[in-house]
């Protein structure tokens, strides 16, 4: 592509929110997570086709991660599904970061990893979703770790399949080489001012290809 | 040529009489049907012989006119009595003298004619018609043309409700799942057979199982789209029926679909993929039998500040929208909530009316950062009132979670936990 034609698409990028068919394939492939530090780390968002895993403990800023990414691809239009084994998913947190609920899928497992496995498996083979979120965060660390390998793979498999961006919300690594991006949140510290929580300094880091990499950002109340 | 059969008194009659002789009968009024009667001559002869058949098989006294269109048949049935034949070009002189208020006009046009001196429709029928269309506009010319006994529209007739339905009465009752499947099957095959034929699809079917010494057993699948696949409705009807069986064996099977038209889309170039709702309607069924119906759908905000009030509907999303700016992003990225459903149970130590350490059977921990009270209430003319003190709080061993205290148990519950 010549320069000309480059500047002349950021420019119109600049002014127009394009619509995906006109975006260039990278674009494509990617979907932006909505904070830029994490794009800046993860060279412009999750990977469709692939599964990433954001691990960390709790109140290390995950569901505010994944909940960024989901509310913009419903804004953008993609139907998404929620799989959440602990049924702990907030609908407010989602609606008050802009995600159009319309496009959501929310499957309540009720505390069962299996069932969310299964429910995962299913979903994800059906096709047609955009972004698929398997939410392990709240799970008992011995049933996320009894998740064998081949499952894992299976659901890559699947998600490369129908070009879906599976995005895994646990407390540790588990996927291992299955995930083709890994980021590992923690919470720095708790910002407070008053009788007031205001929000949370959160570090990110990511795992790709044996390269670390680390970015901080903000939480707000 | 057009048979009316008018029958003040004897309305249930009618269409069962018409329909013996014609499949295209209009119904207009209780007491009147027309019906078309051209190319009975073969089996009836001329029309005076018809009309007396039709005569006969009325059974009770009946005003019956033939006539070459159905108007001039209607008005002759409704303004004279017995058996009329209207030869064709006849028209106006056989009606000349009826009433003219059988034409029924409007009142203004009524009051009109009557105050003209017009009585008959011979009367009317001999006014000049370019005078009538400046005096009376388009109903009088309308109006005009009845009278003169040249009708021109065609019959309406009155359709039968369609309905969509298939049924089995089975030799021995059935109690197991797998034989039950194969008669629904053979249903289903049935009624959308039916369905196929008049180009339409559905969007609920309901099942309707005759038990042996039980009540009946019913299961509704309501559908988001209009869909058309017998293999797809019978694994959900399968989920549905293994996840709430009948509570007897089944003596007879009945099923019935909800006719509509099918559903046509028209894909962008550069919209989102979003799944394909016979196969996502499916893979919902599969998923509902493994967690539950309640726990699967879009989730919708209750309009009230109760905290997590909230009601799960069924996921059927809307055409993407052209483009991707669907709504401006939100400013920065906020703190979310994990939610604890229901509540955990926690003891807590104050000191200075402040939290020092909280206790509970996940969560326990120094306090090192205490953000609170804020105290909220609502729906206080309810059974289930709220009215709480809500904290914030990090705990030694990490984690921020809200908790709050009821104010009318003292009790402290852990309600969420940032993230």
Redesign the interface.
Known sequence: MSAALLQLRAELESR???????RSRTDRKRMPT??EAIDRLTDGGVERGTLTEICG?????????V??IL??AT?????CVWIDAA????????????A???????????G?TE?AL??CD??I??????LVVFDL??APEREARRIPLASWFRLRHAAERV?AALVAMTKHINAQSCSTLQIEMR?KR?V?A????K??AIEAESRKHFQLRTAD????? | MYACLYCPGNGALLMECAAEFSPHVEQTAADTVIFDVRGLESLYGPPEQLARAIERRAGVPANIAIASNPDAALHAARGIRGVTVIPPGKEAETLAPLPVNLLGGSAGCAELLDLWGIRTFGEFAKLPPLGVAARLGDEGVRLHRLARGEGYRRLRPAEAALRFEAEMELDHPIDLLEPLSFVISRLLNEVCDQLRGRSLATNELRLCLLLENAPEHTATLRLPVPMLDARAFLKMLQLELSGRPPAAPVLKAHLAAEPVKPRRTQHG????????PE??EL??A??KH???AG???????NDTHRP?S?A?HA?A??P???????????E??????????PPRYAQVLMVNNRPVRVISPSVSGRVV?A??P?RTSGDWWRNDAWNRDEW?I?LEG????RMYRELDSERWFIE????
């Not at chain 1, 127009?16 to 006109?22: A, M, W, Y």
């Not at chain 1, 159009?100 to 009720?110: E, I, K, M, T």
């Not at chain 1, 008053?194 to 929580?197: E, P, S």
């Not at chain 2, 170039?269 to 394909?276: D, G, I, N, T, Y």
């Open positions: 127009f929110d394009l619509p995906q068919g006109i909505g904070i403990a709790d109140s290390s800023g995950r569901t505010a991660l909940i960024s509310s913009r804004r953008q239009g993609e139907c049924g702990a998913f907030d609908p407010a947190s989602a609606v008050g970061m802009g159009d609920p319309d496009r959501l899928l929310w499957v309540n497992c009720g069962s069932n299964k429910c299913l979903l083979q059906a096709g047609g979703f955009g965060a709240d070009g919470r708790t407070a008053g009788r007031l929580l929000g949370m950002f903000t939480l707000v109340r | 170039f550069f919209l989102p993929s979003s799944p394909e196969k996502l893979t919902i599969r998923v493994l967690v539950g726990n699967v759908g879009t989730p919708e905000l997590d909230f799960m996921f999303p809307s993407a929208p052209n483009g991707s700016h669907a709504g401006e992003p939100p920065s990225t906020r703190l979310c909530l994990r939610r604890f459903r950062m953000k609170g804020w914030d990090a990490g984690g921020v979670f969420a936990s940032y993230d």
